[in-house]
């Protein structure tokens, strides 16, 4: 299923078409095995609590932005995660509590001006 989000930053407002992961096993395959991730395009995760998170690049292709996002829709974070195709892979965290978590191509944000404390709105 696809909806979208709007990233809101200082250059203006960038529209993300997203799949969404909000079952177990849907976050636990998230981009896992994908070669390509088209430009405004990736995944939202989305938890039943907010709590601190990670995530962990086993299996994933592609460098991606983890965006970590508050329960009141307010970005904790970003790392830029390197893709891992072996069994030692990085662990990435939100440094905080986190409801979402949004995986877009790395660079995205800064391309776009999105930082730590910019907001976004959902289109579900």
């Known amino acids: 299923m696809r909806q979208s989000v709007t990233l809101f930053s200082d250059q203006g407002s960038v529209r993300v078409s997203v799949e969404i992961a909000d079952t177990l096993e849907e976050r636990k395959l998230g981009l896992m095995h994908r ?12 938890f039943e609590d ?5 995530f962990w690049m086993k ?3 592609i460098p991606l932005d983890i ?8 970005i904790i974070n970003i790392k830029q995660a390197e ?5 030692h892979c990085r662990v ?4 905080g509590n986190a409801k979402y978590v949004l995986e877009v191509n790395r660079g995205f944000s800064e391309r776009n001006g999105i930082n730590s404390g910019n907001k976004l709105v959902f289109f579900i």
């Open 35 to 46: 070669e390509s991730l088209d430009e405004n395009k990736g995944m939202l995760f989305i």
């Open 83 to 87: 893709p891992c195709i072996n069994d």
């Open 67 to 74: 965006i970590f996002i508050s329960e009141d829709l307010e």
């Open 59 to 61: 299996n994933t292709l």
């Open 92 to 95: 990435y965290s939100s440094e």
């Open 50 to 54: 907010e709590l601190p998170r990670t």
